[in-house]
């Protein structure tokens, strides 16, 4: 089952009054969207963005939810296509959904075996085993270094680079074991699983997220009305030192005030239904 993160945090902060309009940038599977329309009515719409067809597709026809499906990182496009107008509140809602993990079978999760693609976006050419299989190993170094933050990155890429002239890497088993080799034998047996970092870094790398990342904040800032909302919603530092940073700016320039001096995190109680939510780091700034 889907269980929002955050999700009392971000309709207290995002605060939808009757007839408000906001965007819900990572619609995925509506949680979100669905607690925001439950307090913007009669009139208020909710524009949602995903950048993978298959969550659009799977949405029921929800009234007042404009479904869209393309990439954050065109938001001004898509608010002037839809002709979605004074924005009270903007939504990201940062990586990838429960159903990417557990139903996509597109090699999210190291704990199943599935090929490896790793795309939110199945148009997208690149997938996680042409990252493998056809990258430099200094290439693959560093984006486990830049995106998975990963101290055995050399390790991990030479044993990469020794494996596929054996043969081709194309499931998530096989990378595993190739975990398994390059990352000393004390480090597998950690608090955080010793594949997270490498599939972080893949996946970041595959969707390119912090680039489009970058490039959608500041125009969520032109789309907002005066004292908009944007919320963010991040998982791992890389996403979470991108906002903390550009609030930081733009609240010098005087374009947003910032809300949350630190981050929002869920509480006990969250983290027990939905452990998942453990990572979650909520920021949240107003537009001046
Ligand atoms: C954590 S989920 C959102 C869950 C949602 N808030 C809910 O309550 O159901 C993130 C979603 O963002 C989408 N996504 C990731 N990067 C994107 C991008 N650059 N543009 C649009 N959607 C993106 C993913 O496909 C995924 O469905």
């Not at 889907?2 to 902060?13: F, G, M, N, R, S």
């Not at 998530?172 to 970092?197: E, G, S």
């Not at 009305?225 to 979470?240: Q, R």
Request: aromatic letters at 6%.
């Amino acid at each position: 089952m889907h269980i929002p993160v955050l999700q009392k945090e971000v309709v207290e902060y995002l605060g939808p009054k009757p007839n408000e309009n906001f965007i819900d940038c990572t619609v995925g599977e509506a949680g979100h969207s669905l607690a925001i329309l439950e307090h913007n009515g009669p009139k208020g719409k909710v524009l949602g963005i995903d950048r993978d067809k298959n969550q659009i597709l799977k949405l029921k026809k929800i009234e007042r939810l404009i479904l869209v499906n393309d990439n954050f990182s065109n938001l001004k496009e898509i608010v002037k296509k839809e002709k979605f107008n004074s924005v009270s509140g903007i939504l990201f809602d940062l990586g990838m959904a429960s159903s990417h993990l557990e139903e996509s079978g597109r090699g999210f999760s190291f704990l199943k075996k599935e090929p490896l693609d790793m795309r939110y976006d199945l148009e997208n050419p690149l997938t996680a085993e042409k990252i493998l299989n056809y990258w430099s190993e200094l290439d693959i170094e560093k984006i486990l270094e830049e995106f998975g933050e990963e101290k055995f990155s050399s390790q991990i890429a030479r044993e990469i680079i020794k494996q596929r002239k054996v043969r081709p890497i194309s499931n998530t088993v096989q990378l595993i074991d190739i975990l398994k080799t390059a990352i000393p034998y004390k480090y597998q047996h950690q608090r955080i699983h010793f594949a997270t970092r490498t599939f972080q870094a893949l996946r970041i790398a595959v969707n390119e997220e912090l680039n489009y990342l970058k490039q959608a904040l500041p125009q969520a800032i032109e789309v907002l009305n005066k004292e908009g909302k944007l919320a963010i919603i991040s998982f791992h530092s890389l996403e979470d030192r991108i906002v903390k940073n550009f609030f930081k700016e733009k609240s010098l320039t005087g374009e947003l005030k910032i809300l949350t001096k630190k981050p929002i995190g869920p509480g006990e109680q969250e983290i027990k239904i939905n452990p998942r939510s453990r990572s979650g780091k909520l920021r949240v700034a107003t537009k001046q």
